[in-house]
């Protein structure tokens, strides 16, 4: 029977920081609305106030600029929410592929960095906004985003960026980078889930599709997560130095024989999306986690059902390929003896059934 257990899925959901917890359970406790007046009330609003100090200050922003969300999901749909001629990278998250159906989808290479050159041809046709993402969720790979805010200027349009996957791992700067929306999420980085922030940078319009009290400047109704928000604010702070695992993502890089996808293009320091030749990502992730390791399928949905990876796709990775990638993502607590147990279940499992697969493979072929 596995007892430890090793996990290496940070990109899905990072576990609760101790600050975090602290500063939810204390809000919990003295409770408070936000718009009261009287004692509690403004102690909960003082708790709002501080985190959100933390959170701006963790993207270059001013505390104004942060707008308060319940998720990363909700601060794409409300920051596309509006836009009428939109253009997105191919790699978004759902999140924002869907909150836009009609955009046109910016190629991206092999290493699934955007095709810069495609953007500029693409903006031609005066699109009101341009979405993409800051790192990709399922490779890590971080996208040239000044030089989109460049291109995208020049044209007259506005950015909005996920910062989700990068905020806490890599420094991100909304007013440095000129970005104009910047969507955030706090279980990404070692908050609790159900919290968000879309930062929107001063005197940028924000159309709002909630009607209700006047919270978060009028930009967005409805009563405050205070607990969720102080702990958002307090994972915020935690992780202002970013992510230390540079060196746990290269040992594993070095023992793993499979493809790394995006190797070749800046990627945060965390995440590894790699293939195991002729084994399904399901039958990976199934045998990982009972030798004691949670890793998932690049792809893994909300669903919990694995589909091909649009990601990979668009990278032009071959379907049958695209269907042995996992991804694998460190985070804060993450030990050098996670990574050997990962390594030595993943080599047992290549040596048991990936080499007989081909083998066996081969063997029909012959
Ligand atoms: N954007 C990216 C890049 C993500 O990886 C995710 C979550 O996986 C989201 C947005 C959605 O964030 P949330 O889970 O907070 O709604």
Redesign the pocket.
């Known amino acids: 029977m596995v007892t430890a257990y090793s996990y290496l899925d940070h990109?899905?959901t990072s576990p609760l920081r101790p600050a975090a917890l602290d500063a939810m359970v204390e809000a919990l406790h003295a409770g408070g609305n936000p718009s009261s007046v009287h004692r509690p009330g403004r102690a909960a609003r003082a708790r709002i106030d501080k985190a959100r100090r933390q959170v701006a200050a963790l993207v270059g922003a001013l505390p104004g600029e942060v707008v308060f969300t319940s998720?990363?999901?909700?601060a794409?749909n409300i920051a596309l929410h509006g836009h009428q001629r939109v253009l997105v990278s191919a790699i978004e998250?759902e999140?924002?592929l869907k909150a836009v159906p009609g955009a046109a989808c910016i190629p991206v290479d092999g290493n699934g960095v955007l095709d810069l050159a495609a953007l500029e041809r693409m903006l031609t046709s005066k699109p009101s906004l341009v979405s993409v993402?800051f790192a990709?969720?399922e490779t890590g790979v971080i996208q040239p985003i000044a030089e989109v805010v460049r291109l995208a200027r020049a044209s007259g349009a506005l950015v909005h960026c996920?910062a989700?996957?990068a905020a806490g791992k890599v420094p991100v700067d909304l007013h440095g980078l000129g970005v104009d929306y910047l969507?955030l999420?706090?279980?990404?980085l070692g908050g609790p889930?159900g919290v968000?922030a879309l930062v929107v940078r001063e005197g940028v319009p924000l159309v709002t599709d909630r009607f209700g009290g006047g919270q978060e400047s009028y930009r967005r109704a409805g009563t405050e997560n205070v607990a969720g928000i102080a702990g958002f604010g307090a994972a915020a702070e935690a992780s202002r130095d970013g992510l230390d695992v540079a060196a746990l993502r290269e040992r594993i890089e070095a023992s793993l024989p499979g493809r790394v996808y995006g190797a070749a293009a800046p990627r945060l320091p965390n995440t590894t999306c790699l293939s195991m030749p002729g084994v399904k990502a399901e039958t990976q992730v199934m045998a990982l986690d009972l030798a004691g390791v949670a890793v998932s399928a690049g792809s893994a949905c909300s669903s919990g059902k694995v589909n091909r990876s649009a990601v990979l796709t668009a990278m032009g990775v071959e379907p049958a390929e695209a269907e042995t990638a996992i991804r694998i993502s460190c985070g804060w607590n993450t030990v050098f003896e996670d990574i050997e147990r990962l390594i030595t279940a993943w080599q047992g499992l290549y040596t048991r059934v990936g080499r007989s697969d081909i083998t066996s493979a081969a063997r029909r072929a012959a």
């Open positions: 990109n899905a998720g990363g999901t909700e794409n998250h999140s924002v993402m990709n969720n996920d989700v996957q969507s999420s706090a279980h990404k889930t968000g």
